[in-house]
């Protein structure tokens, strides 16, 4: 699934493709957009050509190639940029509960909202709908609030988290350096990374070298939960 901005880039791509036979500079794209940075283009340009849209061509300047087109016709509805809302857990759901005594918890489980995808590669937009929940076994979890997500993307194989797993995230809002967080940038999009402290500057670090550490300034990056559990599907 594409974001709105994501979705306008790669037909301003295209279009500019089918008109003039080469892609469009950064600053045109930019302004076409009406980002404040290049970086913003950057950050987009990445995002397409990860979930297999666009490639850009080694070793000339201004290649992008178009791969394909989502397949809808018309762009997806813009959602408002709320981030992962607290309410999306109510009463005793994905909150482990309280043992009266210490058999309380044999055979028992715990429901938690499956809140759909996160990427673990450059971000994607945060999805804030609850799809499903799934039974998970109280000893993953400790005390709190926990919500689960699927995993799209390889940029965390080497922290042993593979494309299609389902993470299980404590609900938190702030982390240590080391911990691998759901990170949302800019107020709209979600990556699951490393997290590390440099300074003022929050860096966010991939587990596969093929991808880089992106830094940010404190203000652009809110921390969502921590993970603390995953779950695979053979």
């Known amino acids: 699934m594409l974001t709105r901005k994501q979705y306008d880039l790669l037909r301003f791509i295209h279009e ?9 500079s950064f600053e045109e794209m930019k302004d076409a957009l009406g980002l404040q940075s290049k970086s913003g283009v950057h950050r987009l340009i990445m995002a397409l050509e990860e979930r297999g849209f666009i490639r850009r061509l080694p070793n000339r300047a201004r290649a992008l190639e178009v791969l394909k087109l989502p397949e809808a016709a018309a762009p997806p509805v813009s959602r408002p940029k709320i981030g992962f809302s607290p309410n999306v857990i109510e009463g005793s759901l994905g909150r482990r509960p309280t ?15 499956v809140m759909g995808r996160i990427a673990a590669g450059v971000p994607i ?8 929940t799934i039974a998970v076994s109280p000893e993953m ?3 709190g609030e926990h919500f689960a997500l699927e995993v799209r993307g390889d940029s965390m194989i080497e922290a042993g988290i593979l494309d299609g797993d389902l993470v299980l995230i404590h609900k938190q809002t702030t982390a240590d ?3 691998i967080v759901v990170a949302l940038v800019d107020d709209e999009e979600a990556t699951l990374k490393r997290l590390r402290k440099r300074g003022a500057s929050i860096a966010l670090e991939a587990a596969n070298p093929a991808y880089e550490t992106r830094i940010f300034g404190p203000d652009r990056v809110a921390i969502q939960g921590r993970l603390v559990g995953l779950i695979r599907r053979y």
């Open 99 to 113: 043992p009266v005594n210490d058999d309380d918890d044999v055979g028992g489980v715990v429901s938690i909202p």
């Open 141 to 143: 979890l400790g005390g």
């Open 125 to 132: 937009e945060a999805i804030q709908t609850r799809s499903h």
């Open 16 to 24: 500019r493709l089918k008109e003039a036979g080469v892609p469009p």
């Open 177 to 179: 350096t080391g911990d």
